[in-house]
């Protein structure tokens, strides 16, 4: 009897299995056909030279050995660096900043809390579209910042110096208040009991936000650091279609991930766009560990 | 007489089951009979799979050409895809890529070369296309070939030969006291004070209203300009059969120097500046020259009072070429069926024999002499002023990994643009087209077999 239900165990226990492996089986096709294959393909690509009309030839690291000598690479490389900069640390302070006001309790906060969320809803390309006419030479922003010393044109996107500027401040404009919604969840959940004992030792708001909020926010805060980070290396859309020439003036916005466009179908250098790709991915992960490493250790 | 009847009149003592069962049996042989014959049949009919980039008043007239061909040549299917123009080449070279690329397309003269490079073009076949030689194909137009031609073949048949051209907004000349038939400025040198005359400034001198403004916005721009300049100086940009560049060289530093001065000492126009396209067919721009003769319905539609004028040359020309030409060309594919490219060949000479039919109503102009004799030729008050324009012209070198070439230089303007010096941007714009031409050129060589 012990043997039979024994058996029985195990045979339950192998349908179990194999009614999983059914059920999981269609994800895990797709993922490896959508996800697997092309992540695999694109590596193996990185060391080919491939323009799409002939095979690819493999040459080993050759790919990643000219994009050191490469100038499009570093200048595009150095962008990404600038711009990753400009739409982290600005955002980590502003987004938390505003997340306390809004923390507040005041009239007019949700509706207020809602306007300022705004920017968050449309794609990106609706709000580049939107930037270009505002950022237009003679445009809203040109009167609105130039009239005070009279200059009526401003080249916020066809200047070298500028357009970079610009994209950092769209982005920070449209990514704000999202990572606000974060801060405002990891201070919902720090219990009001902490607050209420400093309160009671007497503690004023800067103190209660120095040693209660801002140590109970660190896995928020690198929540925010890491999504922030990949969100800025992985930037594309802004890049492409706010300036009048994607990438452009003289380079100036052109970022990694337009650099990727630029190769694989403009130059049709398929292994020198999986090569950046590759590289892209190697810093993005870099920077993740880096800040999980940092969060484990605090 | 029925069959079973012939077996009965010779003879034979057959039942009524038996008959019967003979009867089915040769219905069946004979619809057997019939499903081969037309198995053969199909077997036998070619299919070309033709794919044309999209420009919307043509495509029912490809449709209602291909119609005509099949029944023309019932042993020939075609199968017709159009791809929107943004997405065109990326297409193409991705359906090449994955073995799939159609047997029958077009490209225009800028982009072609790297497809020869890749033996992907296949030469023309004569026979196929219906004409004893290249000589008696030639005969037929009035140029529009030398962008098809490598190492002394034909490797395609226009469909479309377009040269840019400038037109003046009547009535913004006319506001300014002015009339383009005699004002229009003649030579580079004159039309920046031509342009001033036309152009209202603000308080700070910053233009309200261009007089001219050159295509900032259109990266082709940056080729056929440059080139045109050159070329009227008997040079050349870029020397395509050496691969050599000559940016840095004295008219190259001219033409470059010009549309710097343009942007920063004048300040008649730039990239900053809404296109000039858009700018002109609002009425808000007095001239332009980056329109073919395609132009011409969009500024009747926009309700534009223009006039077609001739581009600028140097006073020291010593070309007396216009802005440089471009075609689309029809081309088939080597890697199809013999069979198959004998087909398309065939599809190509019967569609551009409706040359005049695709300028009539697509405004696509070849130079063919029944376009030149069609109605809607006579009727066009521009199109012999584009066709003198287009005998005289050039087109601009073609190289593999021509957009990286225009990318760089596009890169080389910006700077200029942002006041850098020429003495500084066009000897590295020079080294670093230099270096992507022996590069691409470099690779084709290793990568086609």
Not at chain 1, 184 to 206: Q, T
Request: net charge neutral; hydrophobic share 50%; glycine share 6%.
């Amino acid at each position: 009897v012990t043997v039979g239900i024994a058996r029985r165990v195990v045979s339950v226990r192998l349908h179990h299995k194999w009614w999983g492996l059914i059920f999981v089986l269609p994800v895990v096709t797709f993922f490896a056909a959508f996800n697997l294959f092309p992540t695999l393909f694109g590596l193996w690509l990185s060391f080919t030279d491939y323009d799409l009309l002939s095979p690819p030839v493999w040459v080993g690291l050759d790919n990643f050995a000219n994009l050191l000598a490469d100038r499009l690479f570093v200048q595009a490389f150095t962008n990404t660096l600038v711009f990753v900069l400009g739409a982290t640390v600005p955002v980590w302070v502003l987004s938390l900043l505003a997340a306390l006001v809004f923390d507040q309790t005041f009239r007019g906060r949700d509706i207020l809390k809602a306007a300022f969320f705004l920017p968050v809803l449309p794609p990106v390309v609706v709000v580049a579209v939107v930037w270009r006419l505002l950022l237009h030479p003679n445009g809203v922003l040109t009167s609105l910042t130039g009239g005070w010393w009279g200059i009526t044109e401003i080249r916020w996107l066809a200047d070298a110096t500028l357009a970079p500027l610009s994209m950092i401040a769209v982005q920070n404009w449209a990514i704000i208040p999202f990572f606000m919604m974060i801060w405002l969840a990891g201070l919902a959940a720090i219990p009001p009991e902490f607050r209420e004992a400093a309160a009671i030792d007497g503690a004023g708001p800067v103190r209660t936000f120095w040693h209660i909020d801002l140590p109970q926010l660190r896995s928020t805060g690198v929540l925010v650091a890491a999504l922030s980070s990949i969100n800025a290396f992985q930037t594309f859309a802004l890049q492409y279609v706010l300036p009048t020439d994607p990438g452009g003036p003289a380079n100036s916005t052109l970022v990694l991930g337009l650099l990727v466009l630029k190769y694989g179908f403009q130059y049709f250098r398929m292994g020198d766009a999986a090569a950046i790709s590759v590289v892209m991915f190697a810093l993005i992960m870099a920077v993740t560990l880096v800040q999980l490493w940092f969060n484990r250790r605090a | 007489m029925r069959p079973t009847s012939t077996i009965m009149a010779l003879g034979y003592k057959t039942t009524k089951r038996e008959q019967t069962t003979m009867r089915i049996l040769i219905r069946l042989a004979t619809l057997i009979g019939l499903f081969t014959w037309t198995g053969i049949a199909a077997a036998e009919q070619v299919t070309v799979r033709m794919w044309m980039h999209e420009h919307p008043p043509r495509i029912p007239i490809d449709k209602a050409i291909i119609a005509d061909f099949e029944q023309a040549n019932p042993d020939i299917k075609v199968r017709y895809d159009v791809i929107s123009a943004q997405e065109y080449s990326t297409k193409l070279l991705t359906a090449f890529a994955a073995g799939s690329g159609p047997d029958l397309f077009n490209n225009t003269s800028t982009l072609v070369t790297q497809y020869f490079a890749a033996r992907i073009l296949a030469a023309i076949d004569y026979d196929a296309l219906g004409y004893a030689n290249e000589a008696a194909l030639l005969a037929k137009f009035q140029g529009g070939f030398d962008g098809i031609r490598f190492q002394g073949k034909l490797y395609g048949v226009p469909t479309e030969v377009s040269n840019w051209t400038c037109f003046a907004n009547n009535s913004i000349w006319r506001e300014a006291g002015l009339d383009p038939k005699t004002d229009w400025p003649k030579t580079w040198e004159d039309l920046p004070a031509g342009a001033e005359k036309l152009t209202t400034r603000d308080q700070n001198g910053v233009p309200i209203r261009r007089g001219f403004d050159f295509a900032w916005t259109i990266p082709g721009t940056f080729w056929f300009t440059p080139n045109t300049m050159i070329h009227q100086l008997g040079a050349r940009m870029i020397d395509e059969d050496n691969y050599k560049a000559a940016l840095d060289a004295a008219p190259s530093r001219r033409a470059f120097q010009y549309l710097q001065d343009w942007a920063v000492k004048y300040r008649l126009g730039g990239p900053q500046y809404t296109a000039s396209r858009t700018d002109f067919l609002a009425g808000k721009l007095a001239a332009e020259c980056s329109f073919g003769i395609w132009g011409i319905p969009q500024m009747q539609a926009a309700g534009i009072d223009w006039s077609v004028m001739p581009a600028p040359r140097w006073a020291d020309a010593v070309s007396d070429n216009g802005l440089d030409i471009y075609a689309y060309y029809m081309m088939v594919n080597a890697r199809s069926a013999p069979a198959v490219q004998k087909a398309a060949w065939k599809l190509v000479r019967f569609y551009t024999d409706h040359a005049a039919e695709l300028f009539g109503s697509a405004g696509l102009f070849v130079p063919r002499t029944e376009v030149t004799e069609s109605a809607a030729y006579k009727e066009n008050s521009a199109a012999p002023f584009f066709l003198a324009e287009l005998k005289k012209a050039k087109f601009s070198p073609r190289v593999v990994g021509y957009t990286r070439v225009l990318d760089t230089i596009l890169r080389g303007k910006d700077k200029l643009v942002q006041g850098e010096k020429i003495d500084d941007v066009l000897p590295v714009m020079n080294e670093e087209v230099n270096a992507v031409m022996n590069r691409e050129r470099a690779r084709a060589a290793t990568l086609v077999k």
